[in-house]
């Protein structure tokens, strides 16, 4: 698995905002979609990232308010990785790094996609056990086990 493409395992219905967004509009998405990094982007190029801990971070700053934009929150330097390096190059730097998203581009910076740390474990975990058991009675009674 480890020596498998990115691209096998990475998501391609992204989720994005636009630098000009506000605050307000990620926290919303943070909320109602259940997801923690958000890639930035202009014109279909890669600009920046925002991150729930990003939010959090900025949520102690007296101006910052969910009109704030987004490009004055965002992560700017992101470590980015290409659809053709393998996966564990992505686990590598997930443990080198702490962090937990990695958002995919080409050699033109257009975002293909992210992978995330969970991704990883989720793929590998079906692997190992492709008929999940684990919580299937709480699913199979709506209990939302993530909460």
Known sequence: ??????????????????????????????????????P????????????TYDIWRASYQPFVNDDTLISDVMSKKIVKINPEDKVGTAAEIFLDNRFHALPVVNDENDLLGIVTSFDILRVQFKKEYPDNVLFKEEIDKGINIED
């Open 1 to 38: 698995m480890m020596n498998e493409k990115i691209e096998t395992i990475m998501v391609t219905k992204l989720i994005t905002l636009s630098p000009d967004q506000k605050l307000g509009d990620a926290v919303e998405i943070f909320k109602s979609k259940r997801i923690h990094h958000l």
């Open 40 to 51: 930035v982007v202009e014109n279909g190029k890669l600009v920046g990232l925002i991150t």
